[in-house]
């Protein structure tokens, strides 16, 4: 069965070292997720790509967040500095059209934890 | 923004009972989602809503789209053991594509 694969699953840095996220979407789906969520919550949007353009990432910090997705295809999301506050999961989600009403398949997520 | 309010937080059930929970919004929608979330994982769809008033059923879900497209409704009935997890309402608008997610209704089921 097709799945998004992320990578790594488990992450553990220090403040002030940058950390990088992997996610490989479905085959096919064009619009591609990152979501990050503390514990306790839910799921929050970071940025939206269609292809390999971004559709939304309002809710990026953008001073210390980068997201690209090149080739239309994998995705990395990259933080530099990362700070405690940044510990979270980070999900990758992806959809085979943009206007699917948000229904999107999920990641297994991968686990930060900034010290 | 935007901010979805699922209840109860959490619920301690008996193998067996039937569970309810629902979410409320300020905003309207016009796709409500629930998604289940094991731990570890990233969330699982379980029904996707489309339309006011509509009620769709997944095994032993079913959920529905609240008239005013404010509230959702999920339902599990008979619950097993495996049915323990985190279940999210999203609430969407289909042309943005993104959803904006609750905060989760803990289920424990004890056999």
């Known amino acids: 069965e097709a799945e998004v694969a992320q990578s790594p699953r488990y992450k553990i840095t220090e403040k002030s070292q940058a950390v990088a996220f992997w996610c490989d979407p479905i085959s096919g789906h064009a619009t591609l997720y990152w979501y990050r969520q503390i514990l306790g919550q839910g799921p929050e949007l970071l940025v939206q790509f269609q292809d390999e353009s971004v559709v939304d990432d309002s809710q990026l910090p953008k001073d210390r967040f980068s997201a690209e997705r090149l080739k239309g295809v994998d995705s990395t999301l990259k933080i530099q500095p990362a700070e405690l506050g940044d510990s979270a999961m980070y999900l990758c989600a992806s959809s085979q059209y943009l206007g699917t009403g948000g229904g999107a398949f999920f990641g297994q997520g991968t686990r930060l934890t900034v010290v | 923004g935007q901010q979805l309010n699922q209840s109860p937080q959490s619920m301690f059930i008996q193998e067996g009972e039937d569970v309810s929970m629902n979410c409320t919004s300020s905003?309207?929608?016009?796709?409500w989602l629930w998604y289940k979330q094991d731990p570890g994982e990233g969330p699982v769809l379980l029904i996707a809503l489309y339309k006011a008033g509509e009620l769709t059923s997944n095994g032993r879900l079913t959920a529905q789209f609240g008239i005013t497209r404010k509230d959702s409704f999920l339902n599990i009935s008979a619950s097993i053991p495996s049915d323990v997890g985190i279940y999210f309402c999203a609430g969407s608008n289909t042309n943005a594509g993104k959803s904006t997610f609750g905060d989760g209704t803990t289920l424990t089921v004890k056999p």
């Open positions: 905003s309207i929608f016009n796709t």
